[in-house]
């Protein structure tokens, strides 16, 4: 991984929520340049911050860092509502799920 990719990726992924670098930087407490010093290489944010960066996409950092998911927080989400499935309705979905990946 390079910092360029981190860099990338959060705009990605901010891109994606439909909000801006200003409205991210004050979403999560900093001042409106924070998000902007990120993509434009100025900083890194430190580990505490890219934790609260992932909360904020709702995502895991595992998902962060794996650029073959294109749609991570849409992905997570899916997990999510699929944890809270009785066993019958897991076999269905997992059965739909199939059948959508051959088509």
Sequence with gaps: M?????????S?????KGVSEYQMSYDLGHSRSYIYNISSGKSLPPMAEFLQICDYFDITPSQ???????HPALLQ????ELHRLKEDDLVLAIS???RLNKE
């Design 96 to 98: 739909l799920l199939r």
């Design 12 to 16: 990605q992924l901010r891109l994606q």
């Design 2 to 10: 390079t910092t360029e990719f981190i860099r990338d990726r959060i």
């Design 64 to 70: 962060f860092f794996d650029d073959t998911i294109e």
């Design 77 to 80: 989400t899916a997990i999510q």
